[in-house]
């Protein structure tokens, strides 16, 4: 029982607020010790060197930093600003442009919090301002703004391919359905909602300036160069042109083109972008190694053995296990960050789910689109408060929490989707 033990005292320490890191690196040490002593770490100077010379791992800080280039050209900007006069005379329109803003970040940054931040700056004042309802205004950002989580290239789909030894570009075609869907029903309960209740979103006045070309024409100008780099990003690797971590290079590099396309590009902004790359970099590979000590302690202990013979004894084998690893992941979303789960949870699960006959691919997007959930869900959503540090003071945290209500419940919807028919979205459920 000493592994089970060490995962519950893990995660106490993480919900009294402990660096994630140093929490599995210390439990670990100090478990292991107790059970073996230090010669079970012998071999972890082996793991840390595999960890480090993984290429697929290569693709996060590589792409951690297209996003964080292309978040400084003010790429998120110019998108609300076209999109929101192309659509701001729908009711909804405002809305309806910033789901579809949100999509087009996903797909070219993939860093959620850059697109919260850039979102709620930018198009939470515009709808406020045109007598949007709050709730649906601040819901409607942090739905958006978790899209870089399911729409390649996403980070999280990178690590689930690690993690679970499976091809990126593999994952990254699976989940594009995922991600058209979740963004389809988004604009239909906007359209809904606005159909019933039109005060809650009114549509903008037209702006006598300006012709409807003009609007196209401007829209279409904010969107052709970031769609540009998604297609060559995402069709170098749909095409076996190139693998996920050339692409993330060759993204990189676009990223600083369009940076000099949009006139704001300088060597300090590539500075400031490189040293906010290492410093996300850091984290992430800090807590994988505190997490390879935590595993490796795991199953010395015979945790993970005790978890599967647990496990294999749920009723309904195959359909009991997924339900409840869906459930485990959705309820720790609450409270521990998508990275952790990735280190802590998923390795504990993926022998067990082989070991079934799961189809690991479809396994894997079930758990990229379960993590997506982790950003909005109360009390320790990272959407939450990235949009709560930048909303004017008449948006309260209770507005933020309302308004995301529908948003989880649709992501929810579309998880059990996938989960009853895989076949819609061209995967299986089994091998």
């Given at each position: ?108 940054t ?37 899209l870089?989580q ?9 690590i ?25 029903l ?6 809904i909602?606005?159909?019933l ?23 279409l ?14 069709g170098?690797?749909?095409t ?9 290079a060759?993204?990189?590099v ?27 970099t ?8 505190g ?42 979303g ?58 004017p ?39």
């Amino acid at each position: 029982m000493i592994g089970m033990i060490m995962f519950g005292v893990a995660l106490f320490m993480l919900m009294l607020g402990f660096p994630v890191a140093f929490t599995f690196g210390g439990v670990a040490l100090f478990f292991g010790i107790y059970a073996e002593g230090m010669d079970l770490f012998a071999f972890m100077p082996f793991r840390i060197m595999s960890v480090m010379q993984n290429t697929v791992l290569m693709a996060v800080p590589l792409f951690i930093f297209m996003g964080v280039v292309l978040q400084r050209t003010r790429l998120a900007e110019q998108l609300l600003t076209s999109m929101g006069r192309l659509f701001g005379g729908l009711p909804g329109g405002l809305a309806i442009s910033t789901i579809l803003v949100g999509a087009l970040l996903a797909a070219s940054t993939g860093v959620v919090g850059a697109s919260v931040v850039a979102m709620g700056l930018i198009s939470l004042p515009v709808m406020l301002a045109h007598k949007y309802d709050k709730r649906l205004s601040t819901g409607t950002i942090c739905a958006s703004g978790t899209l870089g989580q399911i729409v390649p290239p996403s980070i999280i789909l990178i690590i689930l391919g690690d993690v679970l030894g499976l091809p990126v570009g593999d994952l990254f075609k699976a989940a594009v359905w995922p991600g058209v869907v979740l963004i389809g029903l988004y604009i239909i309960y906007i359209l809904i909602l606005t159909r019933l209740k039109p005060e809650t979103a009114p549509a903008m006045p037209e702006d006598p300036t300006r012709s409807r070309k003009q609007e196209i024409v401007a829209a279409l100008i904010a969107i052709i160069p970031p769609l540009a780099l998604i297609v060559v990003v995402l069709g170098s690797i749909f095409t076996g042109i190139a693998t996920p971590t050339e692409s993330s290079a060759l993204g990189g590099v676009g990223a600083v083109v369009l940076a000099i396309i949009y006139r704001q590009f300088s060597f300090k902004m590539v500075w400031d972008a490189a040293k906010d790359t290492v410093s996300v970099t850091a984290m992430v590979f800090a807590i994988l190694i505190g997490a390879t000590a935590f595993s490796m302690v795991f199953s010395y202990t015979g945790g993970d053995y005790l978890l599967e013979e647990w496990l294999h004894m749920l009723p309904g084998e195959q359909w009991g296990f997924i339900i409840l690893a869906m459930v485990v992941i959705l309820v720790l979303g609450f409270f521990i960050d998508f990275v952790e789960i990735s280190f802590i949870i998923v390795p504990i699960l993926a022998p067990i789910a082989e070991a079934m006959g799961i189809n690991m691919l479809w396994f894997a997007i079930l758990i990229a689109m379960n993590l997506q959930t982790s950003f909005l869900t109360p009390p320790f959503g990272f959407s939450l408060f990235y949009l709560k540090g930048v909303a004017p003071p008449e948006v309260k945290t209770t507005d933020i929490y309302k308004g995301i209500i529908p948003f989880i419940a649709i992501q929810i919807f579309v998880l059990a989707l996938i989960v009853i028919f895989p076949e819609w979205f061209g995967m299986s459920s089994t091998y």
